[in-house]
């Protein structure tokens, strides 16, 4: 069964798209935890970071650094910006499709919960 996020790639669920290419896929979440909050997803189903395998070493740095580039057209590279990735339920993973949280926009503060 396809997770949301793969509904999302395929079309399948509307999302606000902010930036795509052949690999990966960001949007801005529904339920955002700061004034920018885009989450960072790639096109390949990976269910979580601690399960990505060393064939997806390019993947995973093609995401980090798209990081920047999204960060930078939501006006948010020069004030700063948090990344987060969750890992397994406590680590407070709700999507079993890997992704990465760009948040920002406002002071963030440490530790984060």
Not at 3 to 18: G, H, M, S, Y
Not at 64 to 78: D, H, N
Not at 80 to 95: C, H, S
Request: net charge negative; glycine share 10%; proline share 10%.
């Amino acid at each position: 069964m396809p997770t949301l996020f793969e509904k999302i790639i395929a079309r399948e669920i509307p999302a606000d798209i902010v930036y795509e290419d052949d690999l990966c896929l960001a949007f801005n979440d529904i339920g955002p935890q700061a004034p920018v909050h885009i989450l960072l997803i790639p096109k390949k189903p990976i269910p979580r970071v601690a399960a990505a395998e060393s064939e997806d070493q390019a993947l995973l740095g093609h995401l980090l650094l798209k990081v920047g580039e999204v960060a930078e057209s939501a006006g948010i590279k020069e004030s700063g910006f948090r990344v987060v990735i969750n890992n397994g339920e406590n680590g407070g993973e709700t999507v079993p499709h890997m992704h990465i949280h760009l948040l920002g926009g406002r002071p963030l503060q440490w530790p984060p919960g």
